[in-house]
């Protein structure tokens, strides 16, 4: 007996677009100041690098590296600022989302039922605020 067998692997899309780390303003690198400036700061911390010893372990090594291009990236580039789409959302709004934030953390870490009742009002006062917020700013 001979069976054909196609299998399928998919990616969950939301999962692959999320990103929660740094992201530096790369466009900042066109300008010669900032290119020599960011140039200068890693050719330092680089050549504090090479005295590192060779028998050192490879991850740490790598940890080292990693660390020295992130605050070189900090100092000269400076962290890219995400553009606000929504001209209604405003710091109340932040609020909002930090407290569903803290409540799914918690919902995570003890899925107890009082942790799930005080999510879904957390989340149901966010969507009413950010729903009326929305019809406000629509009115005007």
Known sequence: MVAKLRERLAVC???AKKFEGERFNLRKLKEPK???KYQI???NRFTALE????DEDVNRVWENIKENSKTSAKESLVLHEWKQH???FDKECVDFLNQRKQAKMQWIQDPSRSNVDNL????HDASRHFRNKKKAHLKV
């Not at 879904?120 to 989340?123: E, H």
Request: proline share 5%; net charge positive.
């Open 51 to 54: 005295n590192l010893h060779v």
């Open 41 to 43: 700061e890693i050719i």
């Open 120 to 123: 879904n009002n957390i989340r």
């Open 13 to 15: 899309k939301q999962a």
């Open 86 to 88: 929504k001209p209604w």
């Open 34 to 36: 900032v290119k020599e």
